[in-house]
């Protein structure tokens, strides 16, 4: 029998302490702590000049980066929950900040920025800075006005603002329906429309699953709450007053099938007939605020 | 010169680097795939990922070709055999740069095509909203092509006036990543805000490095590619005058270096 050479029995040996391993050393990695995973990212100053010529790949990475992490969040979600654990907004906002500085031209950051740091982050003031360094970049680009218009008029109620924001959207995409809702946003009857139509242009450019998933979910609610709207209005027309709750609508047959909230909450009226939900139109508000049944 | 060019180009064929390229260039077939991960803008990201992946290859070409060509002559003793034909030095070297040269052009022609089919593709899956301009492209990869040449240049001057191969493969990364923040430096240092903060005697001195040092920021056209923006002709002769300008320095410089170099 021929002894066995010590290279083979090395190699042996390390081929199966290797099988052994990589399974434990995936799931470590996999399971590692949101911080962990997101990160640390060194300062833009020092990736700028490290990057040499390379500076939109590093950006378009940053951005992958994020949008990696983030449907990797909401993969994990169950049930049609958006967000199954807690997500470094944050983190994620840094990061595509320093990918506009690498690559003022990328759109995808702008993009993923304002889906996350308005809905989810609550930072309009965030968003619409960053919306506002875009514009000096991407002249020709009609998406950043219509997003900055956008959170002008739902978010913050500056209905001026959004005028000029849609106005300039309108100009750069012969778009009509911006130029409509330019001069519509003054009042602020036409704030569900507005989300709807939003929130359909959004959902129909969308091609990752996870984020059509969310503008669909919360598409549907908005529908339901421009169902229960037109359901008061017509109960005012005849009777000539507001209904006081969603029962008393409910009962008057203007508003067949029951509306449903896909965050799980109830539709009710306010005392100036603003349609609302226990929900806010938010998985957190419901209960759970991880996300699980 | 022209026989220099010639075996410079067949003894890269015989290292088998052009195979090399190519199987770096297997990551083409990846773009594709990679770029439609991106949300709202596949075609542009097909496009960086290209001219990334181009420019990266050009690098190393230039780097440890730049870098290796004459040290391994000198080292295998072939300049000896080489410079007793009835040859210049100056002719020998510059023979050496043509071929290498011509090497990386012959390499951008055939990636650039390459990059050409794969952007077309992505664009075929997912048409962007801005039009691609295929002249701006050609031009990102010819800019790209002339930046690497360029520093091609820098390593063998780097090569004449050392002995081993450490000084040019480490001088010339060095200077390709000072090249790209020279301007920079030199914009900060003279600006009005930089006037309080900074010291006088830095002032002459960053100036001075800026002037030494290749400036490579100008040849980089890859934003004007991705995005479809206008690029300035007037700043492309101007760089391209500067390309000419700056080689001839090289070059200049390394054949008066390589002509009084001992040759033991």
Known sequence: ?293 | MLNIMQITLKGIFRDRVFQGIMALGVLFLFIPSAASLSMRQVTELSITLSLSLISFILLLLAVFLGSTSLWKDMERRYTFSVLSLPLSRSSYLLGRFCGLALFLILTSTVLGTVAGLVIKMAYGIYPSDRPIVWSWLALAVLFATLKYILLVGVAMLLSTVSTSFFLPIFGTICAFLSSGITQQVYEFVNSPAAAKTVSPLMKPLVTAVYYLLPNLAGFDLKVNAIYGIAPNPAGLWLTFAYFCAYTAILLGAATLLFNRREMK
């Not at chain 1, 609508?249 to 965050?263: A, C, H, K």
């Open chain 1, 1 to 293: 029998m021929r002894p066995v050479s010590a290279p083979a029995v090395l190699l042996v040996a390390g081929l199966l302490a290797y099988g052994l391993l990589i399974g434990p050393f995936t799931s470590y990695m996999a399971n590692k702590p949101v911080e962990e995973k997101l990160g640390f990212v060194p300062s833009i100053k020092l990736i700028k000049p490290l990057s040499a010529d390379q500076k939109e790949l590093m950006g378009a990475s940053l951005v992958m980066k994020v949008l990696m992490y983030f449907g990797g969040a909401v993969g994990k979600s169950q049930d049609a929950r958006i967000i199954g654990e807690p997500v470094d907004l944050q983190g994620m906002s840094r990061l595509l900040h320093g990918a506009v500085q690498l690559d003022p031209y990328n759109m995808d950051a702008y993009y993923f920025a304002q889906g996350f740091l308005t809905w989810d982050a609550k930072q309009f003031k965030v968003a619409n800075e960053l919306l506002d360094y875009g514009m000096k970049y991407r002249t020709w680009d009609w998406y950043l006005p219509f997003f900055a218009g956008f959170n002008h008029a739902y978010f913050l109620k500056d209905y001026p603002k959004a005028a000029t924001y849609y106005q300039r959207a309108g100009e750069l995409s012969n778009n009509s329906l911006f130029i409509n809702l330019a001069g519509r946003y003054m009042q602020e009857a036409g704030r569900t429309d507005l989300a709807i139509a939003y929130l359909t242009a959004m959902e129909q450019n969308e091609k990752n699953p996870a984020l059509k998933k969310e503008y669909l979910i919360r598409l549907t609610a908005f529908r339901e709450v421009r169902r229960i709207e037109e359901a008061r209005d017509r109960f005012r027309q005849q009777r000539g007053v507001l209904p006081h709750s969603m029962e008393q609508l409910l009962q008057s047959d203007l508003l067949t099938p029951v509306p449903v909230d896909p965050y799980g909450g109830n539709f009710y009226l306010e005392a100036d007939g603003k349609v609302a939900s226990s929900s806010r139109f938010s998985f957190a508000r419901t209960g759970n605020p991880k996300g699980d049944k």
